[in-house]
């Protein structure tokens, strides 16, 4: 599989995280990075731990729910190397609330975070791909909502369906310039929020899992790194399910 030298991907929600793993993975296979995300000092954490001296990986600011902010690290993006390769859509919360407690600001602010922020992000780049007549995007879905269900998660649920819905249409739309548009579907991944879920919810999610652990944020990455590859050309509008087989048992 051919490097990524020279190539310029761009990450949003990259400050931690499953979004952090992509970045590395990226970073190692020879990718200069922007390190896209609303907290500032994680982004500039991240990306001084990629590039010491800057020349390869840059944190930018950005809030993904703003269509003027995603359009500004679009264009600083390109302003400081030229060229948009590679857009890794992951930015995303997934609050545990229980349908009942569901109000309109909290489902309101996950959608404008996990669905509009995909969309703008992909709107924001696809100029600096069409240029050049190549691009590859891919955004981070969830076996949440497009294969499984959880209780507590169906505004996250929905979100991640609807991300699909649109990977399909868009894909369609730049498919003559030369861009891809594909979605990872991560299952329980090892993150810093995860472990926030608790002992018991923890236990639950790993007895659920064939393979018998939790992936890492590195296994998203992998994942992004070939669905972004040159080679991965002939693919799109399509899904890949990163998950250690949890959605492969007919009952438990």
Not at 93 to 109: E, S
Request: aromatic share 6%; glycine share 12%; net charge negative.
């Amino acid at each position: 599989m051919e490097t990524l030298d020279g190539q310029v991907a761009v990450i949003t929600g990259a400050g931690r995280g499953i979004g952090a793993g992509i970045a590395r993975v990226l970073r190692a296979e020879g990718a200069r990075i922007v390190v896209a995300d609303v907290d500032l000092d994680a982004a500039e954490a991240v990306a001084a731990a990629l590039s010491a001296d800057g020349e390869h990986a840059v944190a930018i600011e950005t809030d993904v729910t703003s269509k003027p902010a995603v359009d500004r690290m679009a264009a600083e993006t390109v302003a400081r190397w030229g060229r948009i390769d590679i857009l890794a859509a992951n930015a995303g919360i997934y609050p545990h609330i229980p349908l009942a407690d569901l109000d309109q600001a909290r489902f309101d602010r996950l959608i404008a975070i996990n669905l509009r922020g995909a969309v703008f992000a992909v709107q924001a780049c696809i100029p600096a791909m069409s240029e050049r007549g190549y691009g590859r995007i891919v955004l981070t879905s969830s076996i949440t909502g497009s294969i499984v269900g959880q209780p507590g998660y169906a505004h996250y649920g929905a979100s991640k369906a609807a991300m699909l819905g649109f990977m399909r249409s868009a894909a369609l739309e730049v498919a003559g310039a030369g861009i891809t548009v594909n979605a990872v579907l991560p299952g329980n991944i090892a993150t810093p929020g995860f472990g926030d879920l608790g002992p018991e919810h923890e236990a639950a999610m790993l007895a659920a899992i064939p393979l018998g652990v939790f992936g890492e944020p590195e296994d998203v990455g992998w994942s992004v790194r070939f669905l972004a590859s040159p080679e991965a050309r002939y693919i799109t509008g399509q899904t890949l399910v990163i998950d250690g087989g949890q959605v492969l048992p007919e009952s438990a």
